[in-house]
T-cell receptor, first 110, second 114 residues
Framework: KNEVEQSPQNLTAQEGEFITINCSYS?????LHWLQQHPGGGIVSLFM???GKKKHGRLIATINIQEKHSSLHITASHPRDSAVYIC????????????FGKGTHLIIQP | KAGVTQTPRYLIKTRGQQVTLSCSPI?????VSWYQQTPGQGLQFLFE???????NKGNFPGRFSGRQFSNSRSEMNVSTLELGDSALYLC?????????????FGSGTQLSVL
């Protein structure tokens, strides 16, 4: 069974700070998703990656397949970045559906 | 382009009843997946359909079922509702199956079982 661990569970930071959220998983995967969920429930897909690094605006996602670890970075954080960030993995071979981490609750204070 | 549409938005049922939730994917998307979200368990995968075929199923009892129609719209059904089925049910659509593509989520159906 694939376990997905996220850290930290909760993070409060000041506007402008550099934010890092970590995700570790226990078995081989085919791909990893980073998702953002705002209060009210809506979920937005930020990245899907299977190797290396992706960047979109102030967001950067990296993955190290050998170490079974991924990070999501937010540069120049802003209060509108306040949300829950969820890591989800696609098990190797795609035989099972997504396995989700518990999420990181991020609050950016002005 | 319209997003993923889930209906109804809110639903209140009593124990023992059954419920059907609907999900209309983005036009052209052939994959629809369903998820349950609760405060205690977080997000959990229910099942995925691609071109009317169930590709994957999560670890949920047989009371949870689904189907996909030829126009890619999908429904999920929960029979003999239990209090623990109270949750936010989300669907997502994608162009690729088995979660290999970017996922587009609907706003969800909030189900309360009394």
């Amino acid at each position: 069974k694939n376990e997905v661990e996220q850290s930290p569970q909760n993070l409060t930071a000041q506007e402008g700070e550099f934010i890092t959220i970590n995700c570790s998983y226990s078995v081989g995967i085919s791909a990893l998703h980073w998702l953002q969920q705002h209060p009210g429930g809506g979920i937005v897909s930020l990245f899907m990656l299977s190797s290396g690094k992706k960047k979109h605006g102030r967001l950067i996602a990296t993955i190290n397949i050998q170490e079974k670890h991924s990070s999501l970075h937010i540069t120049a954080s802003h209060p509108r970045d306040s949300a829950v960030y969820i890591c989800a993995v696609v098990p190797g071979g795609g035989a099972d559906g997504l396995t989700f981490g518990k999420g990181t609750h991020l609050i950016i204070q002005p | 382009k319209a997003g993923v549409t889930q209906t109804p938005r809110y639903l209140i049922k009593t124990r023992g009843q059954q419920v059907t939730l609907s999900c209309s994917p983005i036009s052209g998307h052939r994959s629809v997946s369903w998820y349950q979200q609760t405060p205690g368990q977080g997000l959990q995968f229910l099942f995925e359909y691609f071109s009317e075929t169930q590709r994957n199923k999560g670890n949920f009892p047989g009371r949870f079922s689904g189907r996909q129609f030829s126009n890619s719209r999908s429904e999920m059904n929960v029979s003999t509702l239990e209090l623990g089925d109270s949750a936010l049910y989300l669907c997502a659509s994608s162009t690729r199956d088995r979660s290999y593509g970017k996922l587009f989520f609907g706003s969800g159906t909030q189900l309360s079982v009394l």
